[in-house]
């Protein structure tokens, strides 16, 4: 009979510890899976923001070198006279004196007449003035449009084998007849601002690849790829979508088998697509180095439970359940109060540190797309998408009153033909400064267009407007003075409203309002100079 008792005791004690410890395993493991699921899904976003901020990045770059180059091309053409449509050797002096237009394109420049023969070539190369090339993308389009062309890919003879495309545009005589067409080449194969990308790399194997709307490799890290390989339809599915209009970041298979984690941005210059990939197994090792820690974590946890199970408990599980609320409370939260504080130097501390490196790390990225998305390249003022979201919102506010200041450069234009579009962008820059200086830090100051820029001023009524407006002024005298002769000169409108309402009213008298200084300006100038 006593002999019975401790066997009992003993037995109760056993299943009361297996009973704790299997449903802290239990909860500890599904807590594991839990977090290590939303972890993945958290990182999986953070990689797909960054990758397709990347790609944006790159795409914005490569069609502004674009639109740059059909720039040149189109600015050079009209220079281009019958004279030297007529004679071959007239064109050969007119293309290499285009120094500028050379150091743009690595594959030549070339002056084609009307039946699609070459004329002259720059760098000039022997036995090939009037090649027919009217076979050619660039010419038939080109010839068949009247507009600037962006080719695709082809084998270039001027470098024999070599891939590359053109960029062109029509020559007009003065009734505006197409008589020929001024074209630039670019080597595929150079390190130039197309072949820069096949050298990005997303992380360690990652990488970037364009692909035109035929579905041809412009670029490619594996150069053998380039115009010799077209991805056939269904090979990519991603791809596929992306030739079709989609824009974006998912786990995908490449036309090579690899699992990879897609992500593609259309041109605005052209119908190609840039893409990235960055395989699986790489973009999610954090996350697989992770399921192994939690994997050990359990297992060493469950053994120390059986031992000290009353002691770790509320600790360990506590933890994670607060843990657990921060992470589903997050999206309500802001600037600090997203991380969470733990001083640990167990799993759970390694998590949270995981946890707000990302949290930190996609916050950071958030603040620079929200200051890309708001602010204007050059000036560094707010785009005009920011002033009418602002304008929006004062509209539907009760601040009252609202003065609305516009302001424009005088002959910009005249100013960027005299001395270039570089001194253009100094100026834009000096009255983006003249601006900040003259009005408050919560002003709404905004360049809206090319020449011009405008300013909500908030609670500021109709006598103070004209104070701010003298100040510009003033700002903008002592600028030209430090400038040695700056020609500077600002045209200047206002207008306030009482009722907010009526803002998009006081905006469009304060257009009239500056208007009508810039007339008033050169009418004093002509009057002086009578």
Not at 167 to 195: C, E, S, Y
Not at 233 to 244: C, E, H, Q, S
Not at 369 to 387: C, E, K, Q, V
Not at 470 to 497: C, E, M, P
């Amino acid at each position: 009979m006593n002999a019975g008792v401790p066997f009992r005791r003993h037995s109760i004690t056993v299943r009361m510890t297996v009973a704790v410890c299997t449903f802290v395993i239990l909860f500890s493991s599904l807590m594991a899976v839990a977090s290590l699921y939303y972890f993945k899904q958290e990182l999986k976003e953070t990689i797909s923001n960054q990758q397709m901020t990347l790609l944006t990045v790159v795409a914005q770059g490569i069609d502004q070198k674009l639109t740059s180059a059909q720039k040149t091309v189109v600015e050079a053409s009209r220079d281009v006279t019958p004279g030297m449509v007529a004679d071959p050797d007239a064109a050969q002096r007119f293309l290499n004196s285009l120094h500028s237009v050379k150091s743009l394109f690595d594959n030549g420049i070339y002056l084609f007449s009307k039946d699609g023969r070459i004329i002259a070539e720059s760098p000039f190369l022997p036995d090939r003035r009037g090649k027919d090339i009217s076979f050619r993308q660039f010419y038939r389009q080109t010839i068949a449009t009247g507009k600037p062309t962006i080719s695709t890919p082809f084998i270039s003879t001027h470098s024999p084998g070599t891939p590359a495309l053109n960029i062109t545009a029509p020559v007009r005589d003065k009734n505006g007849a197409v008589i020929a067409i001024l074209g630039g080449g670019i080597n595929l194969l150079q390190d130039n601002f197309l072949g820069d990308l096949s050298h990005t790399r997303i992380a360690k194997n990652g990488y970037l690849f364009l692909v035109s709307g035929d579905r041809t490799i412009i670029m490619h890290p594996d150069r053998s790829r380039i115009i010799s390989t077209k991805i056939a339809p269904g090979a990519n599915k991603l791809l596929d979508k992306a030739l079709d209009g989609f824009e974006g970041v998912a786990e995908n298979t490449t036309s090579r088998g690899v699992h990879v984690l897609s992500s593609f941005k259309r041109l605005q210059a052209t119908d190609w697509v840039v893409g990235g990939e960055y395989p699986l197994n790489e973009a999610y090792q954090s996350v697989y180095r992770l399921e192994r820690y939690f994997a050990v974590a359990v297992v060493v946890s469950a053994l120390l439970i059986i031992l000290i199970i009353r002691l770790i408990m509320g600790s360990y599980t506590s933890a994670l359940v607060r843990f657990a609320e921060h992470v589903g409370q997050i999206s309500s939260k802001s600037g600090a109060d997203r991380l969470f504080k733990l001083e640990s130097k167990d799993e759970v501390g390694f998590v949270v540190r995981t946890f707000n490196a990302m949290v930190e790390d996609q916050d950071k990225k958030n603040e620079e797309l929200f200051y890309i998305s708001t602010h204007d390249a050059l000036s560094g003022l707010y785009n005009r998408a920011y002033f009418d979201d602002q304008m929006d919102r004062l509209s539907a506010g009760r601040i009252a009153p609202i003065s609305v200041v516009m302001a424009d450069i005088d002959d910009l234009k005249v100013f960027n033909d005299s001395h270039g579009h570089s001194a253009g962008d100094v100026l834009i820059t000096t009255v983006a400064m003249i601006l900040l200086e003259s009005f408050r830090a919560e002003d709404v100051v905004a360049r809206i267009g090319g020449d011009e820029f405008a300013i909500l001023l908030p609670g500021v009524d109709a006598v103070h407007a004209e104070i701010a407006l003298k100040r510009v002024r003033s700002v903008a005298d002592k600028y030209a003075a430090q400038a040695n002769g700056l020609t500077l000169t600002i045209s200047l409108g206002r207008a306030t409203v009482e009722n907010p309402a009526k803002l998009d009213e006081a905006l469009q008298l304060a257009d009239q309002q500056m208007y009508l200084d810039k007339v008033s300006r050169k009418l004093v100038e002509k009057e002086s100079e009578l």
